[in-house]
């Protein structure tokens, strides 16, 4: 998702109007809009990490999503899915669909996403 011209995320992850008379130097409207979790706790930090994307920096290694009972979610998966993802962090239900981190697959060649079966790529494999 691209964001409208007047809206700016900085590197540290916060999202400002640009239109607003010193813009730079005032509160972000959203702190921790772009940033990847590696705890997820609230709706919020979900989609602050899908918006961070699926590669981590540095080192460009492919992440993946964990979720309270321990499968493996693709950033896929999870983006297609989301409306099931949401609701299972709000009302904090472990239906397979409540995601609570967010990792990068260091060695494992076999993982894949539980619901896609997809494999998650390894960095080192």
């Known amino acids: 998702m691209t964001l409208p011209n007047h809206l700016f995320a900085s590197d540290d992850g916060a999202l400002f109007d640009v239109r607003l008379p010193a813009w730079s130097s005032n509160p972000p409207l959203r702190p921790v809009y772009r940033r990847t979790y590696a705890k997820i706790e609230t709706v919020a930090e979900l989609k602050a990490t899908l918006r961070a994307g699926q590669f981590a ?7 993946f999503f964990v979720t309270s009972d321990g499968a ?24 397979g669909w ?23 790529p390894a960095a080192y494999g």
């Open 72 to 95: 493996a979610l693709s950033f896929e998966t999870v983006q297609a899915e989301l409306s099931s993802v949401m609701w299972s962090i709000a009302n904090d239900v472990d239906d």
């Open 57 to 63: 920096w540095p080192g460009g290694y492919q992440m």
């Open 98 to 120: 409540r995601v609570d981190g967010c990792g990068i697959n260091y060695e494992d060649t076999e993982l894949r996403c539980c619901h896609s079966d997809n494999i998650i």
